[in-house]
């Protein structure tokens, strides 16, 4: 269960580092979808909220095995700061 935990925190940080790298970041809304790990196979969902600031965004990111999507092994919580439009 440990090692499935570990790799379950890994896809949900891969996640909130691909939401940071988005320009000019996240939209709000829910999206969702299956990475692998360690030949592993997880799903996982974010939520995109806004926050009081508007130059950022609020990103949960859950995880569960793929098998049992139900059973959330890691939930990781961030905020993205949004880039400048012109």
Same mark, same amino acid.
């Given at each position: 269960? &440990?090692?499935? +935990?570990?790799?379950?925190?890994? !896809?949900?940080?891969? @996640? &909130?580092?691909?939401?940071?790298?988005?320009?000019?970041?996240?939209?709000?809304? @829910? +999206?969702?979808?299956?990475?692998?790990?360690?030949?592993?196979?997880?799903?996982?969902?974010?939520? $995109?909220?806004?926050? =009081?600031? =508007?130059?950022? %965004? %609020? !990103? @949960?990111?859950? !995880?569960?095995?793929?098998? +049992? =999507?139900?059973? $959330?092994?890691? +939930?990781? $919580?961030?905020? $993205?700061? %949004?880039?400048?439009?012109?």
């Amino acid at each position: 269960m &440990l090692k499935a +935990r570990t790799l379950a925190l890994w !896809v949900a940080q891969n @996640e &909130l580092a691909a939401a940071q790298l988005e320009t000019p970041g996240p939209a709000i809304g @829910e +999206r969702e979808g299956s990475e692998q790990q360690a030949g592993a196979s997880f799903a996982w969902h974010a939520a $995109v909220t806004g926050t =009081p600031n =508007p130059a950022f %965004r %609020r !990103v @949960e990111i859950t !995880v569960a095995e793929a098998s +049992r =999507p139900e059973y $959330v092994l890691a +939930r990781l $919580v961030g905020y $993205v700061g %949004r880039s400048a439009q012109r």
